[in-house]
């Protein structure tokens, strides 16, 4: 295979992977979750970030409880929406990640640098084959 042909086929891997990224923001971009208080005083509806979208006092049962009950119950169905988000979003990026990258970790914050910046570059054997890297470490 000569350098135009690998070159060829890093464009067109380049263009799938890409193809692949604008699918998975799209995807992501439509992630909600709704969970609703056991009680059904209330539902909490979010978006992809964990943004709050929608809050809907389902019943009169909201007026019964105190402002620090009414507060608790929106703040536990919020924190159960948000988890329903993130682990849509777990599920949706997983399959795009390399090896080794976790896909909770990114959508929760805590992933390390490595996640972001490996000790060592992500390159196709092509690509290393081309730029005379092989699998040598320093």
Do not use: C, W
Not at 3 to 23: A, K, M, P, V, W
Not at 31 to 58: K, N
Not at 117 to 122: A, H, I, S, V
């Amino acid at each position: 295979m000569n350098i135009s042909e690998r070159i060829e086929g890093l464009f067109e891997e380049y263009q799938r992977q890409r193809n692949s990224l604008t699918e998975l923001q799209h995807r992501m971009r439509e992630l909600t979750a709704t969970a609703t208080s056991p009680r059904r005083e209330v539902s909490v509806t979010v978006g992809q970030s964990g943004v709050v979208t929608d809050i809907r006092f389902l019943t009169s049962a909201y007026k019964r409880l105190t402002p620090a009950d009414l507060t608790e119950v929106i703040m536990a169905t919020y924190a159960e929406a948000k988890e329903s988000v993130m682990l849509q979003a777990e599920a949706v990026l997983a399959p795009m990640l390399p090896d080794g990258v976790d896909a909770r970790s990114l959508v929760r914050g805590t992933a390390g640098t490595d996640a972001f910046l490996p000790p060592e570059p992500r390159m196709t054997t092509s690509v290393r084959e081309i730029l005379g890297m092989g699998r040598q470490r320093q």
